[in-house]
């Protein structure tokens, strides 16, 4: 037996969403310079051209995550309640996993456009996917209590099949989100001490956009550097262990 105990489980989920995957294979380098694996949560697979098709194999080639988020970004439980769960499969998700998984990606796990979910949305997409990323309600991105509302101990990580996240995007459109990243500080330092993992989220990457979501990539290098400083790894969800599947939800 080992005197030395085993490292804790930790880790930071960094992911992208929507289909950006030109802007984000253009920080291809600055995630290897700082040894880090992500998940990008792509929806519309099937409108992304033959070359983003091809960079999207490429970034998982390269180790990170590649998730579903939805076919054409619906909210989950509006669509579900109007049309039913098994509409909301057929038209929503079924062809959004067809389509990655012919691109050869694993895409096990879902993210929810517009945090939008509920137990029920919860209960059907963990019949598909191992892990779904919810929202985090409560705390902003510049607010200590963040940690607590993000974090997920290690040891319940195979458990915990609804992660909580939120937003470090610098702005969208023309506004800006605001520069105080201290509450987000606060979470990755929290899960590098006790063990844990901080789920966030960004969308483009890109120094503006005229309407989406973006994170800049000094924002990004920011966020990735300070997970580094507090040496807490840079993970994908395809990097974290098996789930129980027979778990309640618990989000
Ligand atoms: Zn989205």
Redesign the pocket.
């Known amino acids: 037996m080992s005197a030395v105990a085993a490292p804790a489980a930790r880790g930071l989920l960094l992911t992208f ?2 289909r950006h995957v030109r802007e984000w294979d253009a920080v291809r380098p600055l995630l290897r310079e700082y040894d880090a694996r992500v998940t990008f949560f792509v ?1 519309e697979p099937d409108r992304l051209d033959r070359d983003e098709r091809r960079l999207l194999r490429g970034l998982a080639d390269d180790g990170h995550s590649i998730g579903c ?1 939805g076919l054409r ?1 619906r909210r989950a439980p509006g669509f579900i309640a109007e049309h039913g769960e098994r509409a909301y499969l057929e038209q929503e998700v079924l062809p959004c996993l067809a389509e990655l998984r012919a691109l050869g990606c694993r895409a096990d796990s879902f993210a929810y ?1 517009n945090s939008d979910r509920d137990e029920r949305s919860d209960r059907l997409l963990l019949t598909l996917f191992s892990r779904l990323r919810a929202g985090a309600p409560g705390a902003g991105r510049a607010d200590p209590a963040l940690a607590d509302a993000l974090h997920v101990p290690g040891e319940e990580i195979a458990s915990r099949r609804v992660l909580p996240s939120t937003s470090a995007d610098t702005g969208r459109g023309a506004a800006l989100h605001g520069s105080d990243l201290s509450g987000i500080e606060a979470s990755l330092t929290r899960a590098s001490r006790q063990g844990g993992f901080v789920t966030l989220y960004v969308h483009c990457v890109s120094d503006g956009h005229p309407h989406a979501n973006y994170v800049t990539p000094d924002h990004l290098r920011r966020l990735l550097g300070r997970a580094a400083a507090v040496d807490l790894p840079r993970l994908g969800f395809d990097d974290l262990p098996p789930t129980s599947k027979d778990c309640a939800t618990d989000a």
């Open positions: 969403d929507d929806c988020h970004h456009p």
